[in-house]
């Protein structure tokens, strides 16, 4: 199993970034698959994650409202739309899999792939 979060880079206040998941070795139609994201200094914390399958999403307090997981079908890339991004949200993103059930919680995802880094400046 193998994924690799891509597309992060530097924007400015209010401004938008896709990431990317490239998920291969399974399938999302029965592991449910979750964003995080770590800042400098600080814990890793949930963004947002959705079911197997792709039928619900979830996300935290702090994206709500700006942040949108998305894909268009179990083989193409799990997409994390990010929108008015702040400079809270700089932080490097990683996508991780794990069991059929969306979750917020870090440890019931087993399989992680190498963040991206995501620099939002005011």
């Known amino acids: 199993v193998q994924l690799q979060a891509s597309g992060g880079g530097s924007v400015q206040t209010g401004g938008s970034l896709r990431l990317s998941c490239a998920v291969s070795?399974?399938?999302?139609?029965?592991?449910?698959l979750g964003w995080f994201r770590q800042a400098p200094g600080k814990e890793r914390e949930g963004v947002g994650c959705m079911s197997s399958g792709g039928g619900s999403t979830d996300y935290a307090d702090a994206v709500k409202g700006r942040f949108t997981i998305s894909r268009d079908n179990a083989k193409n890339p799990v997409y994390l739309q990010m929108n008015s991004l702040k400079p809270e949200d700089t932080a490097v993103y990683y996508c991780?899999?794990?069991?059929?059930?969306?979750?917020?919680?870090?440890?019931?995802?087993?399989?992680w792939g190498q963040g991206t880094l995501v620099t939002v400046s005011s």
């Open positions: 070795g399974l399938s999302l139609d029965y592991h449910a």
């Open positions: 991780a899999s794990g069991g059929p059930t969306a979750s917020s919680n870090s440890s019931t995802y087993n399989n």
